[in-house]
């Protein structure tokens, strides 16, 4: 990553200064074309921040519209996000490790979308393992590892040893349809080996996929009492669904808040998850998390170096995640999908994956103010059943609970990113094998897919492919 410094540090500290005094001269954004025709605003996934693109760029559009000094921070996020960073001392992109999961943004979040699960054999290149032990921290999250943290760092730099290796394998789970036909399930087996020092007997892991992260900026700009009232934890209405919400702590404004951001909903702001990613996956210091993930462990460097990123590139690089556009959805009038659709909801699908979202009115960014977007997401956390549990709680999530993924843009994960691995640690190899491992409050709705019809499953499907 390019850090930036002297003059091109004041450069793009003056563009963020010259956006927001233009910005905050502005209202809300005029109204786009087609919000006087609400029947096609569903091609719309991301409002005006909506782009047409269904090729392997799909993920990684800007927002339509932004401004000159807008685009620019956008480009200098979108650098640092596919810098490599290397070992000091260096010239450039210095700071890597001393541990690390990866050396980019973009090596895990490929093409600004999902990663892969490791082959067995294979060290993991775009998962990684959150770790942690019971009890919880002085804030309420996970309690961390002692001489390991809170992540598992499986590489590390020249000279020093990684914390241990991770070795994936998976058993396959033959089942059936109602109607005979036969599917089969892999469910991931993980181990861990050459620790540098013993783990404890009472490790807990939990494997996580790098999620794509388009749209974010739209996620969080819903306003949170909008996500809150979506919420039913004592399940008052008696339809067997009873999100939650995560209350997580925000280390900029010392509070606790709203989580939106990862795969249980652990962070509240996308810089507090941009500067989470630097620290943990490529031991990258930053001025909100200024101690290095190897502190106090044996391959702590033990330099002065820190923060490693600049204020500046951690706020440009957050303002890119925040400004990647939505695809469009596509086939919207076909007969199959249409039917999908009746399906889908017919199915109690839409209870968690809630296709409709407005945000709230923002006079100092109106890109993402007051759009009408259909993420199919509610944000919260829901008990996927024991077959899908970590054991692993977060903050106020516990060992059964995720939280629900956004679907827009799904039915482009292959052509953006190769491949369909799904679910958190991507043991779902299509759309269908992860609807199938869906259990706890949606179990349900699983059931009801399993017993449909094998037209009315590629039905359900080929409407999931739209999004």
Known sequence: MMRVRGPGMRAVRWMLV????????????EPAPWDDTPNNDVWFAGGTQTVFDQGSGAYSQAFPGLTAAELAIHGTGDMAFEATFVSAPSPVNPGLGPIFNSVSCANCHIADGRGRPPVPGEQPVSTLIRISVPGSDAHGGPTPVPGFGGQLQHRSIFGTTPEALVNTNYL???????????????????????AYTPLPVDLMMSTRLAPPVFGLGLLEAIPEVDVRALA???????????????????????????????????QPTLLQQSAGAYVEDMGITSFLFPQESSAGQPQHDGTNDEPEVSDSLLYAV?????????PARRAIDDPQVVRGQELFVNAGCDRC????????VNVAFPSVSNQRIFPYTDLLLHDMGPELADGRPEFDADGTE???????GIGLSQTVNGHQYFLHDGRARDLSEAILWHGGEAETSRERFRTMTASERAALLAFLASL
């Open 18 to 29: 010259g956006t927001v005094v233009t910005l905050l001269s502005a209202c809300v954004k």
């Open 172 to 194: 396959e789970e033959p089942s059936t349809f109602a109607d005979g036909t036969t599917y089969s399930l892999r469910r991931p087996a993980i181990t861990l080996s050459a």
């Open 232 to 266: 039913d934890p004592g399940d008052a209405d008696g339809d067997g669904i009873s999100g939650r919400a995560n209350n997580v702590w925000d280390h900029l404004d010392q509070r606790y808040t709203l989580g939106r951001f990862g795969w249980k909903a652990g």
């Open 318 to 326: 957050a303002f890119y995640v925040r400004t990647l556009a939505v």
């Open 353 to 360: 994956h809630v296709p409709e979202h407005r945000t709230g």
């Open 402 to 408: 995720w939280r629900t993924p956004a679907l827009w």
